[in-house]
């Protein structure tokens, strides 16, 4: 009987218990439209120096999600729907499936839950590991649970502080990796980042 009390107490501690991840993403979710501001450097080991382009994101609601880029050339990608639609500047728009893109779909299933403040969704999406400090700075860790878009992207990393994402990285399955500095740090982008200065600055430094 004491054994079946102790258990009933343990279990109404553990409902009871605050949910710190849910509550963290609840509090990065905005109203849809909602923009930011980017800047991208993405590290291929087939390249001595990372790309580099910036511009804004946009989440317009559901999953439309636009991908507008201002530098170093004209480009925008549009998420609806299911469908891929690119168009840069003097040439033709192209479409295609987001199923073709994991990376992409990637993009949608974590941005725009996050944007959405929609746990539920994300957790469904990716395993989810959140470290915090006292300070406020926190990170979490999001893996694919789905095999076929784990093949392509190992993980993404998010690093913030109190209700704003600050970071992103994405970890690609064949090394390369991809880090996004949003809103305000976005315009801190170095001249010539290197991931160890890119970590430097999600760090708050």
């Known amino acids: 009987m004491l054994l079946c009390s102790l258990i009933l107490s343990w279990s109404a501690a553990a409902s009871s218990a605050p949910d710190a991840t849910g509550e963290l993403i609840a509090a990065l979710g905005r109203p849809a439209p909602a923009r930011t501001a980017f800047a991208e450097a993405r ?39 299911g469908e891929v639609t690119q168009q840069r500047a003097g040439k033709s728009a192209r479409s295609f ?54 093949r392509t992207v190992a993980s993404i990393r998010i690093d913030g502080q109190g209700r704003e994402a600050r970071c992103m990285w994405m970890q690609e399955a064949d090394g390369d990796v991809a880090v996004d500095l949003l809103g305000p740090l976005a315009a801190r982008m170095p001249d010539a980042p290197t991931r160890e200065s890119l970590a430097t600055l999600c760090r708050g430094g």
């Open 43 to 81: 590290f291929m080991q087939v390249l001595e120096r990372p790309l580099v382009v910036s511009g804004e994101l946009a989440w317009l609601g559901g999953d439309t999600l636009e991908r507008h880029v201002t530098r170093p050339h004209e480009e925008t990608a549009r998420i609806a729907g």
């Open 97 to 150: 499936s987001l199923e073709r893109a994991p990376q992409l779909r990637v993009l949608v299933d974590s941005f725009v839950a996050l944007l959405g403040g929609d746990a539920g969704r994300l957790r469904k999406a990716f395993a989810i590991a959140r470290r915090g400090d006292a300070a406020g700075a926190w990170t979490l860790t999001l893996t694919p649970r789905d095999v076929d878009v784990a």
